[in-house]
């Protein structure tokens, strides 16, 4: 019984749930062969990325690597972390909504989430926000576990402790503008040290290999 070839459109959502994939397009060619361009986040090295989309296709779609022309476009990318570029909150009532936009080397994420309560609410909202645009970094769940204001030497400090999974991270920043600023910096604080770890392995994983050949 032959097979049925999955569709372009399916082809793009299972690869573009791999994290590290930042967009993918799929199609056929006049042959029929079935090609996929990935375009990576500046986090992910394409290896990675390449070994993630591969496994997906096998185990999603029952794909063979050698069905498929798999080609990773990765921006070019410097020593850096992502920063924060915008942060927007609305209060309506008891309701609290946040959109942040978080930018490295002219890649832009964005994250939005929303909450009910009082103050306390508007923290934790906008480090959830921070956090719903950085999950597609990873294949844990991802979520802030503590948000705390505090008083050091005179000085207002936001510090947050963020999970990805069974890893738990702490991130801090002054308070420069206001204390919503100060927790969305403190928030990507705690993740980029978890992924400036993710890069150093990787880098050390690839010199380890290019030793051996």
Avoid: K, Y
């Avoid at 070839?5 to 690869?15: I, M, S």
């Avoid at 986040?41 to 063979?64: M, Q, S, T």
């Avoid at 070019?76 to 008891?94: D, E, M, Q, Y």
């Avoid at 909202?125 to 008083?151: G, I, P």
Wanted: aromatic content about 2%; charged content about 25%.
């Amino acid at each position: 019984m032959t097979r049925e070839a999955p569709e372009p459109q399916l082809v793009e959502r299972v690869v573009e749930a791999v994290p590290g994939v930042r967009r993918a397009r799929a199609g056929r060619s006049p042959e029929g062969s079935l090609w996929i361009r990935v375009l990576v986040l500046p986090e992910h090295c394409d290896a990675e990325v390449r070994r993630g989309i591969l496994a997906a296709l096998v185990g999603d779609l029952g794909l063979a690597p050698e069905e498929v022309a798999l080609d990773i476009l990765s921006p070019p990318v410097g020593p850096g972390r992502r920063r924060l570029t915008s942060l927007t909150t609305t209060r309506r009532g008891r309701r609290f909504s946040a959109t942040v936009a978080l930018e490295r080397a002219g890649d832009v994420l964005v994250g939005e989430a929303e909450g009910c309560g009082g103050r306390g609410t508007g923290q934790a909202t906008v480090a959830a926000a921070v956090l719903d645009a950085l999950a597609r970094l990873f294949d844990s769940e991802v979520r802030c576990e503590r948000v705390e204001l505090l008083h050091v030497g005179g000085e207002a400090v936001a510090v947050v402790i963020v999970t990805v999974g069974p890893q738990r991270l702490c991130g801090s920043a002054p308070v420069v503008l206001d204390d919503l600023d100060a927790v969305a910096r403190a928030t990507l604080d705690a993740v980029n040290r978890l992924v400036e770890g993710l890069r150093g392995a990787e880098a050390s994983a690839q010199l380890s290999g290019s030793a051996r050949v």
